[in-house]
């Protein structure tokens, strides 16, 4: 699976799109347009850039475009919630830089700037936000127009908002780089539970062990082992708050070779023991 460049329709001709999320996730993908997501329920894990994390009901992130990114719902009972989020997509022509170079727009412009690492913002601004998202999905013209910019104005006043992908992190505009990377963090995704060995991965990417490691840290941000325990302890973190597997299971099943390593990669990531992050969500 490489990651898409992804083509989106937009129905009224116009450069704001809003609708409803359903399904299961997204396939690794791209393209140029900035893209809004607000989840409301359900839960899984979010992949923007070099940043892997879980998410949960009311998780609002910003990504600015050609960021490859994708969202991996987990399933409950049958399946996924239906309108389980709404997904707003917008063109940077549709603003314009004649008016985003106005005086009232600097705080949108910085924010358009710093969606280039991609933008999470707390539950609490994902509440305020929703109202106008959801008028978004049905409205058109100028009340559109209001709905996006009541959207941007929650944002903008947002204090509590941080960043996703690393300080390093750079788009790969390239597409013979971008799908390397795209190979290397869906054979990840797909097969962390199992021994990867530097010299496996290195073979995804058709690249020798030593020069794989540096293009690795250099595109990600952080080196091979680091994201792979990263997304392991990610899992980890989702089984022990939402099952009553035992500990040293959830190490089995998230990969660790031992329970020993998955407590000390836990701890390195975590800061506390899985068993004391477990306590805080009984």
Same mark, same amino acid.
């Given at each position: 699976?490489?990651?898409?460049?992804?083509?989106?329709?937009?129905?009224?001709?116009? @450069?704001?799109?809003?609708?409803?999320?359903?399904?299961?996730?997204?396939?690794?993908?791209?393209?140029?347009?900035?893209?809004?997501?607000?989840?409301?329920?359900?839960?899984?894990?979010?992949?923007?850039?070099?940043?892997?994390?879980?998410? !949960?009901?009311?998780?609002?992130?910003?990504?600015?475009?050609?960021?490859?990114?994708?969202?991996?719902?987990?399933?409950? @009972?049958?399946?996924?919630?239906?309108?389980?989020?709404?997904?707003?997509?917008?063109?940077?022509?549709?603003?314009?830089?004649?008016?985003?170079?106005?005086?009232?727009?600097?705080?949108?412009?910085?924010?358009?700037?710093?969606?280039?690492?991609?933008?999470?913002?707390?539950?609490?601004?994902?509440?305020?936000?929703?109202?106008?998202?959801?008028?978004?999905?049905?409205?058109?013209?100028?009340?559109?127009?209001?709905?996006?910019?009541?959207?941007?104005?929650?944002?903008?006043?947002?204090?509590?908002?941080?960043?996703?992908?690393?300080?390093?992190?750079?788009?790969? #505009?390239?597409?013979?780089?971008?799908?390397?990377?795209?190979?290397?963090?869906?054979?990840?995704?797909?097969?962390?539970?199992?021994?990867?060995?530097?010299?496996?991965?290195?073979?995804?990417?058709?690249?020798?062990?030593?020069?794989?490691?540096?293009?690795?840290?250099?595109?990600?941000?952080?080196? #091979?082992?680091?994201?792979?325990?990263?997304?392991?302890?990610?899992?980890?973190?989702?089984?022990?708050?939402?099952? !009553?597997?035992?500990?040293? !299971?959830?190490?089995?099943?998230?990969?660790?070779?031992?329970?020993?390593?998955?407590?000390?990669?836990?701890?390195?990531?975590?800061?506390?023991?899985?068993?004391?992050?477990?306590?805080?969500?009984?």
């Amino acid at each position: 699976m490489i990651a898409e460049l992804e083509f989106i329709p937009y129905d009224d001709s116009g @450069g704001f799109r809003a609708e409803y999320v359903c399904g299961s996730g997204d396939i690794w993908h791209f393209h140029p347009e900035y893209e809004l997501v607000l989840n409301t329920t359900g839960n899984g894990t979010r992949i923007v850039g070099d940043s892997v994390e879980l998410f !949960d009901a009311y998780d609002m992130v910003l990504v600015a475009g050609n960021i490859p990114h994708c969202w991996n719902y987990y399933r409950h @009972g049958n399946g996924t919630p239906e309108k389980h989020g709404i997904r707003l997509h917008f063109k940077f022509r549709s603003l314009g830089e004649q008016l985003l170079s106005q005086y009232e727009m600097h705080s949108l412009k910085k924010l358009l700037i710093d969606s280039e690492k991609g933008i999470l913002f707390s539950t609490d601004d994902a509440r305020k936000a929703e109202g106008f998202l959801t008028k978004m999905t049905t409205d058109t013209g100028i009340d559109k127009m209001i709905d996006f910019f009541s959207v941007f104005k929650v944002l903008c006043s947002s204090d509590t908002r941080s960043r996703l992908c690393s300080e390093n992190y750079k788009v790969a #505009f390239d597409e013979k780089g971008n799908r390397k990377m795209a190979d290397v963090y869906s054979y990840i995704r797909e097969n962390y539970v199992k021994s990867i060995s530097l010299k496996k991965i290195s073979k995804v990417a058709k690249m020798n062990p030593n020069s794989f490691s540096r293009y690795f840290k250099k595109n990600c941000g952080a080196g #091979f082992v680091e994201y792979l325990n990263r997304v392991r302890t990610n899992k980890a973190c989702y089984l022990l708050r939402e099952t !009553d597997y035992q500990i040293r !299971d959830i190490a089995s099943e998230c990969g660790f070779s031992s329970i020993s390593n998955f407590n000390k990669q836990f701890r390195k990531s975590e800061g506390v023991s899985p068993g004391f992050y477990r306590a805080q969500f009984n």
